[in-house]
């Protein structure tokens, strides 16, 4: 096409939309021909996909129900006081802000404006389980404020709550951060409640991976130990990409709301908030239940399948969706497996693992996770089988005839497989 100042629009949007469109067709069909191993991500229901993207994408809602910086909010208003009750609900907390653009940016702007210096900050080590956002060197949590970090065993690469305690009463924090993006085992928030109280100190619940398991009934809650906690929209919980949640009790709401608006964001996106509406709904039936248990049943099945090939499983094994696979035995690393994995229309994520000798580019574990594909309908035996092949991949050396065996599992299984099984919605 010649840009000669003489173009129609109309040609210039036509060109757009093929190209545009042609890669949504061949997303989709990577989706569709792949498996997703992946424990941060999922598949939302086609009723969430239908408001995300809706009419609300074009209001500007600045601000929150009954007090906008502009004006044609009345239905803005009452759809996101739907969204709050919903998620009042759905975890059993006394506050809800449901405008955070993601966890991440939900986590940085609560310590913008609950953490001042001096204050400092408790969370666990990022090779350990953490997540980048809780102090990470990197991040700009970790360049704005004071931290001491916590960690796992050498002996069972779980949390000693004897060494959490004495790390807080050394350096007495204001808030103690729990949960991360890769730690495979359930943390005792009552546990944790009592350290903070002791050092008078919050108790914030960093719940991304987990919150399905926690709306679906299938794990502890961290209500009512917990002060703050947040969570992203998907992973566990089936939701939008794009979204973060923050739940609280009554006497930090408004700290809370205004940690994110004017604190750090502009006006929400209305439409994200109407997905996540629906998202809160979904989370309430009897069909998230089964499907969070079968979540749990999988990631069993998965754990089951790599210990019967021989593989080696940080903490040996796993409580929730995800599991963490230790490769420094076998003599690799995780972006070698991932390659491999992935010439098997299989995708996964390489992961530090505690006590890793190698950089995060090469890592000395892989990352895998039971969610998405419990979506899409595969069964727990299936789950076995697919563990088994996994484990022979990672212990024969990445050796091509078991690479070929697990691609020709994953042809025969994903033929005609959705990506929603509509089994889960009611």
């Not at 754990?303 to 499983?313: D, F, H, I, K, W």
């Amino acid at each position: 096409m010649n840009y000669n100042g003489n173009v129609k629009m109309s040609d210039v949007t036509m060109a757009v939309d093929i190209e545009v469109s042609n890669l949504v067709r061949l997303e989709k069909q990577r989706q569709l021909s792949q498996i997703s191993l992946v424990a941060s991500e999922n598949y939302s229901s086609p009723e969430i996909r239908r408001f995300e993207g809706s009419i609300f994408a074009d209001k500007n809602a600045e601000g929150y129900p009954g007090n906008r910086c502009v004006s044609g909010c009345e239905y803005a208003d009452q759809l996101e006081n739907l969204a709050i009750e919903r998620a009042k609900s759905a975890f059993g907390c006394e506050h809800a802000n449901v405008q955070a653009m993601s966890a991440t940016v939900a986590n940085f702007a609560i310590m913008n404006e609950l953490f001042q210096p001096p204050n400092g900050l408790m969370a666990m080590r990022l090779q350990d389980g953490g997540h980048l956002s809780h102090g990470a060197t990197f991040h700009a949590s970790g360049r704005n404020f004071r931290w001491s970090f916590y960690g796992v065993s050498e002996t069972d690469e779980q949390l000693d709550y004897d060494e959490v305690r004495s790390i807080a009463l050394e350096n007495r924090p204001a808030v103690i951060i729990c949960g991360g993006s890769s730690y495979p085992r359930l943390i005792d928030y009552e546990k944790m409640h009592q350290i903070a109280r002791e050092i008078d100190a919050l108790l914030w619940v960093d719940l991304a991976h987990t919150a399905g398991l926690v709306a679906g009934r299938v794990i502890p809650s961290p209500f009512p130990h917990a002060d703050i906690v947040t969570t992203s929209t998907h992973k566990t919980l089936r939701g939008p990409r794009g979204g973060g949640l923050i739940l609280c009790n009554e006497r930090l709401a408004k700290q809370i709301d205004r940690a994110i608006f004017p604190g750090l964001q502009g006006a929400p996106k209305m439409d994200l908030i109407a997905a996540r509406a629906v998202l809160l709904a979904e989370v309430q039936t009897d069909q998230f239940q089964e499907y969070s248990r079968d979540v749990l049943r999988n990631a069993k099945a998965l754990e089951r399948g790599l210990l019967c090939a021989g593989a080696t499983l940080v903490s040996g094994g796993t409580s929730s969706h995800l599991l963490l696979i230790n490769l420094l035995r076998c003599g690799t690393t995780g972006n070698e497996i991932e390659k491999s994995l992935l010439e098997a229309q299989v995708v996964t994520n390489k992961n530090p693992i505690p006590f890793d000798t190698l950089p995060p580019s090469k890592a000395g574990g892989l990352r895998i996770g039971s969610a998405a594909l419990t979506t899409r309908g595969l069964a727990e035996e299936q789950f076995v089988e697919l563990g088994v092949m996994i484990g022979n991949v990672v212990m024969s050396d990445r050796n091509h005839n078991r690479v070929a065996d697990l691609r020709s599992f994953v042809n025969q299984n994903t033929r005609g497989l959705p990506l929603f099984n509509r089994k889960w919605v009611a």
